[in-house]
């Protein structure tokens, strides 16, 4: 099952082994089962401090457990961990052991003084690449905490489970038999949801730092340029990230970075981070900024916990998000049927049928993956033509289970009160309506800024965008602007970043040119 490479690379891994390991493993007579039990084996055989049990109990088969040898386990697998979890895996086995993460100390002890049994469930699909960060989040709260257990349970092996809690979304975490939470989640975000106390400590911190030179709002790919650009200049530098990477972490292949051949978002969010932490950087994430206002003696940022931070100069940007249809039915029903992740979503639709919202690339490309793995897929388009490249149109008609529907609205999400059973679409040439019975929407017709927060201190175009000058220069002096937020064209990961880099410069042109308050020159 796994190749000499990966064997070698697991053997140099397990070098770290603190304590002692046991596999536990939950076995029946299925293929999956053997599967699972041939995976257990060739990686216990990488090395002689982990041993190999196949006298589980769980109710869940197959699946296993990883602990410390002679002690109960509390990380579990509920399926066969490759692909993206195939890290998960090997980052358990080496926690569990007693390995040091690497996570900020306050971090860690704000996980080891959670009180009262938390007993997590995360269904994942092994396409997912978010779910790893889910998963191991919490396997990593797992290995530091007796009072912390968590199960990863793959969404595709275990459909009883999902049709039970209704899941239509991954990564989707039960805790205590309730919904604790969906999509992404760092562990930060994860412990400041179970700790009630942190946000007033948080809003105490944040008010207490010293006024910085530039101060960057937004974390994806046009922030870090200017993050890095800035502390380079060795003046006072600091981040506000909502989730650092952005939407970034929700992008699956990359393959047109200049220089790497291909990668995915999460991967080139991992290095931006690790970049911008080579320098004296104040990174402050998990904070969403609510408005900025231009003050005497520079600006200040009103954050969404009501802190308030001051700078000489900002830099804003915060990206963008996909753009919702605003139909009715569309919010009652998100992760309950309307998804915006196809690769991640997707195989929880396994032998359904489900429509594609959008002819753009994205709309067709979704409709092309998610025919492979769903029994019909309708394609649903306003414009009375595709705005797809021509090869993809030549793809997505020659595949059996695609219909596509053009010159129609969308009218409403369809549902039972549960979960989505239709869609409502009307035909704009007749106005006649119809109905699609389906059991999936995924939405794929574009992007809008986030910008919502300024539209009453900053020149916004009619789009939304900030409008910016050949510096990156706003309405507001001293305010610059960057990347998918703003009016420059062609939103991609290489332009934002350059825009991020450029809007850095001008803000240090702004600050050199500053006047000296005269007690500074005294």
Same mark, same amino acid.
């Given at each position: 099952? /796994?190749?000499?490479?990966?064997?070698?690379?697991?053997?140099?891994?397990?070098?770290?082994?603190?304590?002692?390991?046991? /596999?536990?493993?939950?076995?029946?007579?299925?293929?999956?089962?053997? &599967?699972?039990?041939?995976?257990?084996?060739?990686?216990?055989?990488?090395?002689?401090?982990?041993?190999?049990?196949?006298?589980?109990?769980?109710?869940?088969?197959?699946?296993?457990?990883?602990?410390?040898?002679?002690?109960?386990?509390?990380?579990?697998?509920?399926?066969?961990?490759?692909?993206?979890?195939?890290?998960?895996?090997?980052?358990?086995?080496?926690?569990?052991?007693?390995?040091?993460?690497?996570?900020?100390?306050?971090?860690?002890?704000?996980? $080891?003084?959670?009180?009262?049994?938390?007993?997590?469930?995360?269904?994942?699909?092994?396409?997912?690449?978010?779910?790893? %960060?889910?998963?191991?989040?919490?396997?990593?709260?797992?290995?530091?905490?007796?009072?912390?257990?968590?199960?990863?349970?793959?969404?595709?092996?275990?459909?009883?489970?999902?049709?039970?809690?209704?899941?239509?979304?991954?990564?989707?975490?039960?805790?205590? @038999?309730?919904?604790?939470?969906?999509?992404?989640?760092?562990?930060?975000?994860?412990?400041?949801? /179970?700790?009630?106390?942190?946000?007033?400590?948080?809003?105490?911190?944040?008010?207490?730092?010293?006024?910085?030179?530039?101060?960057?709002?937004?974390? @994806?790919?046009?922030?870090?340029?200017?993050?890095?650009?800035?502390?380079?200049?060795?003046?006072?530098?600091?981040?506000?990230?909502?989730?650092?990477?952005?939407?970034?972490?929700?992008?699956?292949?990359?393959?047109?970075?200049?220089?790497?051949?291909?990668?995915?978002?999460?991967?080139?969010? $991992?290095?931006?981070?690790?970049?911008?932490?080579?320098?004296?950087?104040?990174?402050?994430?998990?904070?969403?900024?609510?408005?900025?206002?231009?003050?005497?003696?520079?600006?200040?940022?009103?954050?969404?916990?009501?802190?308030?931070?001051?700078?000489?100069?900002?830099?804003?940007?915060?990206?963008?998000?996909?753009?919702?249809?605003?139909?009715?039915?569309?919010?009652?029903?998100?992760?309950? @049927?309307?998804?915006?992740?196809?690769?991640?979503?997707?195989?929880?639709?396994?032998?359904?049928?489900?429509?594609?919202? @959008?002819?753009?690339?994205?709309?067709?490309?979704?409709?092309?993956?998610?025919?492979?793995?769903?029994?019909?897929?309708?394609?649903?388009?306003?414009?009375?033509?595709?705005?797809? %490249?021509?090869? =993809?149109?030549?793809? =997505?008609?020659?595949?059996?289970?695609?219909?596509?529907?053009?010159?129609?609205?969308?009218?409403?999400?369809?549902?039972n009160g549960s979960k989505v059973t239709g869609l409502q679409y009307e035909d704009r040439a007749t106005k006649t309506e119809h109905v699609v019975e389906l059991e999936g929407?995924?939405?794929?017709?574009?992007?809008?800024?986030?910008?919502?927060?300024?539209?009453?201190?900053?020149? =916004?175009?009619?789009?939304? &965008?900030?409008?910016?000058?050949?510096?990156?220069?706003?309405?507001?002096?001293?305010?610059?602007?960057?990347? %998918?937020?703003?009016?420059?064209?062609?939103?991609?990961?290489?332009?934002?970043?350059?825009?991020?880099?450029?809007?850095?410069?001008?803000?240090?042109?702004?600050?050199?040119?500053?006047?000296?308050?005269?007690?500074?020159?005294?």
């Amino acid at each position: 099952m /796994l190749d000499n490479n990966i064997k070698a690379q697991l053997k140099g891994y397990f070098e770290r082994i603190v304590a002692p390991i046991t /596999l536990i493993a939950s076995l029946d007579d299925s293929p999956k089962a053997a &599967e699972m039990l041939e995976l257990l084996n060739e990686v216990a055989e990488q090395s002689d401090k982990i041993t190999v049990q196949t006298d589980g109990q769980s109710s869940h088969v197959p699946s296993f457990t990883v602990g410390k040898t002679g002690e109960a386990a509390r990380i579990t697998f509920s399926g066969i961990p490759m692909g993206h979890e195939m890290t998960s895996f090997i980052l358990a086995i080496l926690q569990a052991s007693g390995y040091p993460p690497k996570v900020e100390e306050e971090v860690i002890k704000q996980i $080891q003084g959670l009180q009262g049994k938390l007993h997590f469930q995360t269904f994942i699909s092994l396409s997912c690449h978010n779910c790893p %960060d889910v998963v191991q989040a919490l396997n990593l709260m797992a290995a530091l905490n007796p009072n912390v257990e968590h199960e990863m349970i793959d969404g595709a092996l275990y459909q009883g489970l999902v049709d039970q809690y209704e899941i239509m979304a991954v990564p989707t975490v039960i805790m205590n @038999g309730e919904v604790f939470g969906q999509g992404r989640m760092s562990t930060e975000e994860i412990v400041a949801k /179970l700790d009630t106390s942190s946000p007033v400590e948080a809003i105490k911190k944040l008010n207490a730092k010293e006024e910085f030179d530039v101060l960057v709002i937004g974390g @994806g790919p046009a922030g870090s340029a200017a993050a890095i650009y800035a502390a380079r200049k060795g003046i006072h530098t600091g981040v506000v990230a909502e989730r650092f990477g952005g939407q970034l972490m929700d992008t699956l292949g990359i393959e047109n970075f200049i220089s790497v051949k291909e990668t995915e978002g999460p991967k080139l969010t $991992q290095a931006l981070e690790q970049h911008v932490k080579t320098y004296d950087v104040d990174i402050m994430n998990l904070q969403r900024a609510k408005a900025i206002h231009k003050t005497d003696h520079g600006v200040e940022v009103e954050l969404a916990n009501g802190a308030i931070l001051k700078s000489k100069s900002v830099i804003i940007s915060t990206g963008a998000r996909w753009r919702e249809m605003n139909v009715p039915g569309e919010k009652e029903y998100r992760n309950k @049927g309307v998804a915006y992740c196809p690769h991640c979503d997707g195989p929880l639709y396994k032998g359904k049928r489900v429509a594609v919202i @959008g002819g753009g690339n994205s709309g067709v490309e979704a409709a092309i993956d998610l025919a492979g793995i769903v029994s019909h897929v309708t394609l649903i388009e306003f414009d009375t033509k595709l705005r797809a %490249d021509a090869v =993809l149109q030549n793809k =997505l008609y020659s595949l059996p289970n695609v219909t596509v529907i053009k010159n129609a609205l969308t009218k409403e999400a369809l549902g039972n009160g549960s979960k989505v059973t239709g869609l409502q679409y009307e035909d704009r040439a007749t106005k006649t309506e119809h109905v699609v019975e389906l059991e999936g929407i995924f939405v794929q017709i574009g992007l809008l800024p986030n910008t919502e927060w300024l539209k009453d201190s900053i020149d =916004l175009s009619p789009r939304g &965008e900030i409008k910016v000058s050949d510096k990156g220069e706003t309405s507001m002096p001293g305010v610059f602007a960057a990347g %998918d937020c703003t009016t420059v064209p062609f939103k991609q990961i290489i332009i934002a970043m350059g825009e991020g880099a450029k809007a850095s410069l001008g803000a240090f042109d702004y600050l050199i040119r500053l006047e000296v308050p005269e007690a500074a020159m005294a």
